[in-house]
């Protein structure tokens, strides 16, 4: 069953003189237990997509459903709560809250959900550290490296175990290896814990981990590639000859 569901999205950013035409006409559906990812230039729409699927923009046309019902017929109360116990959304520029560790960072959103604050800590501690934080929870944002920040924003996102994971390029702070192992966990929770992931990454190695990968240009969505079917393909091809 899809989790997530877009029907001709389109959304445009009115500017002095000229409309941007940020998101074209984009139809998209992703499983449950599935990650997916969108990679593109940069400029083609992909933080505007995720915005959009985690109702911080409202699409001009088109519909976005979650478990079939369409987001823009929640109420106030029932899209808060979409974006908080449903969504996990781990920004581009991580949007961690200045001057307290990271270990409360990644409570927060536990603690804007009624947790205690010392369950939310329990809680958000073992996700710091398979993010390798281990050493690093007391330290603020400010006492951080990039990589550090982004890896807490990733925790955070995790924390409460969310249905819907939308990760905005999650890996362009980290090396190549903790990139690697990164997009691996994201992986791992669609597989084993039944979350969708929609990745976006300008990370072709990145996108090449996902169940399907989706090109994101001038707004469009202009093709796919399914994981299975390409391996498939792969193992009809003859040998070659040596
Ligand atoms: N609030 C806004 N007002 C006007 N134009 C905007 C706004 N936000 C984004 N845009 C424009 O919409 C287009 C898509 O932007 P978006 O941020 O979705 O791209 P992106 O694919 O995430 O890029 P990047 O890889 O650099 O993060 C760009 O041309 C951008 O300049
Ligand atoms: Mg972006």
């Known amino acids: 069953m899809s989790l997530l569901e877009l029907d001709s999205v389109v959304k445009h950013y009115a500017g002095a003189g000229e409309t941007v035409r940020a998101v074209e006409e984009v139809s998209l559906s992703v499983r449950e237990g599935e990650m997916i990812a969108v ?12 915005l959009l699927i985690a109702t911080l923009l409202t699409p001009d046309r088109g519909s976005i459903r979650y478990r079939g019902r369409a987001l823009s017929s929640l109420s106030e109360a029932a899209t808060s709560e979409y ?18 560790s990271a270990l409360e960072n990644a409570s927060l959103k536990l603690l804007l959900d009624g947790v205690g604050p010392r369950k939310a800590r329990d809680r958000a501690r073992p996700w710091l550290e398979r993010l390798g934080l281990g050493e690093r929870m007391n330290h603020t944002p400010e006492q951080l490296s990039g990589g550090e920040r982004q890896r807490v924003a990733i925790a955070r996102a995790l924390v409460g175990d969310p249905k819907l994971i939308l990760a905005d390029e ?4 980290l090396d190549s290896k903790r990139s690697l192992e990164t997009v691996e966990l994201l992986l791992h929770i669609a ?18 981990l996902a169940d399907r990968d989706y090109t994101l240009r001038d707004g469009r969505l202009v093709e796919g590639r399914r994981r299975d079917t390409e391996r498939e393909s792969a193992r009809s091809q003859p040998l070659p000859v040596s």
């Open 191 to 208: 597989h084993e814990q039944g979350a969708s992931v929609v990745l976006v990454t300008h990370d072709t190695d990145a996108a090449a």
């Open 39 to 50: 990679h593109g230039p940069s400029g083609s729409g992909k933080t505007t997509l995720l």
């Open 83 to 100: 974006l908080r116990r449903d969504v996990g959304f781990v920004y581009q520029s991580f949007q961690l809250m200045p001057r307290v």
């Open 170 to 173: 999650p890996t362009g702070n």
